[in-house]
């Protein structure tokens, strides 16, 4: 079921909430619109696989356990599919070793203890879709690239010289100068400063038409 507000216009991209709770799952995304957000209150995993086909996802609520579904499995798999899909795993059964792993493993930005505490879930989801929303200008800026500029692109903003990234692609200085003014072109920067910025998703170019 879909659950928007009737006031606020919707953020770039809208939460999934994935809980096979239905009650819960509607109840996480109506206490996220009063918030402002944009959310989609989803109770099973085919549902919001077939969603993604038509709807533009930034962050993922998902309990860690679907039934039979293992939730971070199915978090990763939705992740190939969308790489900046932010994710914020919960659960009733909170241990260490979930936690690490929801942080760590498998990319998610926190990881929630049942009953939700509002503050933290509000505050995990605008740092997704932020992370979201910078990731897709990125993703959209860098898909650009060929597959040997991305790997100068990678190392230049890692602050690797033309001579070190030359050593290390075994190529010539001289070409990989021939890739970088090409990124600068396709990225429409002016130098390194703004790449490293692109890089981490601060003060991005706007996107090419």
């Not at 932010?86 to 241990?95: I, R, S």
């Not at 100068?177 to 910025?197: F, M, P, S």
């Not at 003060?203 to 090419?208: A, K, N």
């Amino acid at each position: 079921m879909t659950i928007q507000s009737p006031h606020a216009a919707p953020p770039p991209a809208m939460v999934a909430v994935l809980d096979d709770d239905e009650d819960l799952a509607c109840t996480i995304a109506r206490l996220l619109i009063r918030h402002g957000f944009a959310a989609q209150a989803f109770f099973d995993t085919a549902t919001v696989s077939a969603a993604l086909d038509r709807q533009v996802f930034g962050c993922l609520v998902s309990d860690i356990q679907l039934g039979t579904t293992d939730g971070f499995a199915f978090a990763e798999s939705l992740r190939s599919r969308v790489p900046s899909l932010a994710l914020v795993f919960m659960t009733a059964w909170p241990t260490t070793t979930h936690a690490v792993d929801a942080v760590r493993r498998h990319g998610g930005l926190d990881y929630l203890e049942k009953p939700i505490d509002t503050d933290r879930l509000v505050s995990a989801v605008s740092e997704g879709l932020n992370w979201s929303e910078r990731e897709r200008r990125i993703l959209t800026l860098t898909a650009l690239f060929t597959r040997r500029e991305r790997e100068v692109f990678d190392l230049l903003v890692r602050g690797h010289s033309n001579k070190e990234i030359a050593e290390r692609l075994a190529i010539s200085a001289r070409t990989v100068e021939d890739h970088r003014a090409a990124i600068v072109a396709k990225t429409q920067t002016n130098g390194l400063a703004q790449l490293i910025a692109l890089s981490r998703g601060e003060g991005t170019p706007p996107l090419p038409r």
